[in-house]
Nanobody, 123 residues
Framework: QVQLVESGGGLVQAGGSLRLSCAAS????????MGWFRQAPGKERMFVAS???????YYADSVKDRFTISRDNAKNTVYLQMNTLKPEDTAVYYC?????????????????WGQGTQVTVSS
């Protein structure tokens, strides 16, 4: 069982930055792939970024070159640094963990999810 707790969301003006954190319980964090997803009101949950257990990273085209995912296995934490934020980035952001160490883009392959943190970008 893995528990995930996100933090770091909030209200920011367009062009600003936020860093989301996702703290995980459990001693096998380093063996999991981790992903960030987001869900805007009335829309499906969408892939944002993911990182494998060896720290290979993947991004949605809409956030590439603006967002950076990273992990600190000593702290059991994964981060999402978000720069140059746009109003269309407004959503609830969720972190999730996938067994096997891979970092798929499909939400269905993740088995543990956090409760989400709200990010609101004003224009």
């Amino acid at each position: 069982q893995v528990q995930l707790v996100e933090s770091g969301g909030g209200l920011v003006q367009a062009g600003g930055s936020l860093r989301l954190s996702c703290a995980a319980s459990g001693r096998t964090f380093s063996m999991y792939g981790m992903g960030w997803f987001r869900q805007a009101p009335g829309k499906e949950r969408m892939f944002v970024a993911s990182i494998t257990w060896t720290s290979s990273t993947y991004y949605a085209d809409s956030v590439k070159d603006r967002f950076t995912i990273s992990r600190d296995n000593a702290k059991n934490t994964v981060y999402l640094q978000m720069n140059t934020l746009k109003p269309e980035d407004t959503a609830v952001y969720y972190c999730a963990s996938a067994p096997g160490g891979w970092a798929p883009r499909s939400s269905g392959e993740y088995i543990y999810w956090g409760q989400g943190t709200q990010v609101t970008v004003s224009s």
